[in-house]
Every structure is written in structure tokens, then in C-alpha cells.
């Protein structure tokens, strides 16, 4: 059974960090990504890794900000958020895929996590 889970969500001021966990079990997988969406606006990608090379990938909107990374042995993928903006404000999600080539579109992906709720003050 797959299970795709987030943490770390929260309250936080604008300019501050946060760090977003994702766990998940029950496949191999060979590529992990973060999206976004807020009220009101479709889901977006925020960022990506491979699992076997560790490439990433980003939202230019997020570039410089934020960093995702993996842990192997852990099968668990941060989500570094730094330096964020009242626009960063969305609840997160933990996406997983099985396929060749992990990218920047929610299609991409198989299975998802419920969400993780990021609220930035100003």
C-alpha cells in the first residue's frame, strides 16, 4: 500500500524559513516534487528531485529560496523554504512518481500526500 505523507506546515512572518517533510512507502520511486496551491488558484509545481541522481528543479519563483533534498535511506524529501513571502501562503503538496523522467507537471506524478498548510504574516 503507498502511503505519501507531509509535515511542517504552519504559521510563519514573512522573511522567515520553514522546512516542509514528505515520507513515503510502499513503491520505489524515482522522483519526488513539491506543488503548491493557493485559494483561488490552481495547484502549481514548486520544486522536484530525482531520486537516483538527485537532480532538482525549480519554480522560478522560488529559486534562490528554497531547497528540496532527499534522504535515501529515510525515504523522506524536504522542502527548505527560506526567506518567505506572503505569496508563498498555499497548502503544500508531496507528490511521488514511479515514471522515467520525473518533471514540472502534477501529470507526472502518481500519488500525492493531503496537503500541508503554509500561512506567511506580513
Known amino acids: 500500500q503507498v502511503h505519501v505523507g507531509e509535515s511542517g506546515g504552519g504559521l510563519v512572518q514573512a522573511g522567515g524559513p520553514l522546512r516542509l517533510s514528505c515520507a513515503a512507502s510502499?513503491?520505489?520511486?524515482?522522483?519526488y516534487a513539491w506543488f503548491r496551491q493557493a485559494p483561488g488558484n490552481e495547484r502549481e509545481f514548486v520544486a522536484g528531485i530525482s531520486w537516483t541522481g538527485g537532480r532538482t528543479f525549480y519554480a522560478d519563483s522560488v529559486k534562490g529560496r528554497f531547497t528540496i533534498s532527499r534522504d535515501n535511506a529515510k525515504n523522506t524529501v524536504w522542502l527548505q523554504m527560506n526567506s518567505l513571502k506572503p505569496e508563498d501562503a498555499a497548502v503544500y503538496y508531496c507528490?511521488?512518481?514511479?515514471?522515467?523522467?520525473?518533471?514540472?507537471?502534477?501529470?507526472?506524478?502518481?500519488?500525492w500526500g493531503q496537503g500541508t498548510r503554509v500561512t506567511v504574516s506580513s
Open positions: 507528490a511521488a512518481t514511479t515514471g522515467a523522467t520525473p518533471g514540472p507537471r502534477s501529470y507526472d506524478y502518481d500519488y
Open positions: 510502499g513503491r520505489i520511486f524515482s522522483g
